[in-house]
Each structure stands twice: as C-alpha cells, then as structure tokens.
C-alpha cells in the first residue's frame, strides 16, 4: 500500500518502502540503537530476497490515512532500554507524521537483543 493525500497542488502518494526507509534513518540516529535485524525466520529470508535492502527490521502498513510501523532492533549493552525504546517511538511518531502528514496509529518495537 501507499499513502495517498490530495491537496491543491495535486496528488501525493508516499510508498511504504520510502516510509520503512525513513524509519530506518530516524532509528539509526536515536541513541542506544546498535541495529536492525529481522524478527524471525521468514522476516530474514524475506529480507534476503529483498537482494540486500538495508531496510531489514522495519515494517510499515498503512491504512488510509493511518501508519502502522513494526521494527525489530539491536539495543546497545548497559543502557535503559525502556527509556531508549520510548524515545525511539516518540522520534518515530513525531517525524513521521511530519513527513507524511498522516497519523502514526501504532509503533511495535521488538527488541530482539543486546550488543556492545
């Protein structure tokens, strides 16, 4: 899907994958993010076939006007990964939106592990 808005210049249309690519530069500047990486089995060998998109641990799905964003990530060894998470998330929304103009209904970060 894409996101789509009409305004007095015209039609905009936004893909996902520019979103996913997006989240991915907004997440690799927040601190205490080490990296992304698939969720599971199948996200690794989706990814894979991708043919080497950096884009790997990032999901967007939008709805009408509504973004839904999942990533999966590396946090960094010896920080709150509570508080990088929830800064993560509000990072995410903010820009987000301001870059689409559209609503981020829902952020899922799953931490698959921890690195040094």
């Known amino acids: 899907m894409a996101v789509k808005t009409n305004n007095i210049y015209g039609k905009i249309i936004i893909s996902d ?37 950096k884009v790997k641990g990032v999901k967007v799905k939008s709805a009408g006007d509504r973004i839904t964003i999942n990533v999966s990530v590396i946090v960094k060894y010896g920080v709150s990964i509570k508080a990088v998470i929830e800064a993560l998330k509000e990072s995410i929304q903010y820009k987000v939106e301001r870059f689409t103009g559209m609503i981020v209904n829902s952020i899922n970060v799953n931490v698959i592990g921890v690195e040094r």
């Open 17 to 53: 994958k520019t979103i996913e690519h997006f989240v991915y530069q907004i997440a690799m500047d927040c601190y205490g993010i080490v990296k992304f990486t698939p969720k599971n089995a199948f996200d690794a060998v989706v990814s894979f076939l991708r043919f080497g998109s």
